[in-house]
């Protein structure tokens, strides 16, 4: 069973910068396609960012393109999601995804991932 386990969240203010971790157990960071979700208060989750098994393949949603980079460390068994330029709009819930079955396929869809972690809070306000 793969067990994903975020950190990082917190507050910050607009303009500021967050990085979240995803550990994930096994070797699912190295051989399958992992992603970002948020789901912000009162609104649809959504799909963030995802990595293909190799991290030669990447997808962001247009809102968060140049500001949020995906990346992740096969070493650590962690993925990251660098946040930069943070706005309100950001603030969410955000949750790792992996992908049991896609390596370098990076959905959008939620239904493609299997395997989700808990979630972190990240707050943007002043």
């Known amino acids: 069973q793969v067990r994903l386990v975020e950190s990082g969240g917190g507050l910050v203010h607009p303009g500021g910068s967050l990085r979240l971790s995803c550990e994930a157990s096994?070797?699912?960071?190295?051989?399958?396609?992992m992603g970002w979700f948020r789901q912000a208060p009162g609104k649809e989750r959504e799909f963030v960012a995802g990595?293909?098994?190799?991290?030669?393949?990447?997808n962001y949603v247009d809102s968060v393109r140049g500001r949020f980079t995906v990346s992740k460390d096969n070493a650590k068994n962690t993925m990251y999601l660098s946040m930069h330029d943070l706005k309100p709009e950001d603030t969410a819930v955000y949750s790792c995804v992996a992908s049991t079955r896609n390596r370098n396929y990076v959905s959008r869809a939620a239904a493609d991932y299997d395997a989700w972690g808990q979630g972190v809070t990240v707050t943007v306000s002043s």
């Open positions: 096994g070797r699912i960071i190295s051989e399958n396609a």
């Open positions: 990595l293909s098994w190799s991290g030669a393949i990447t």
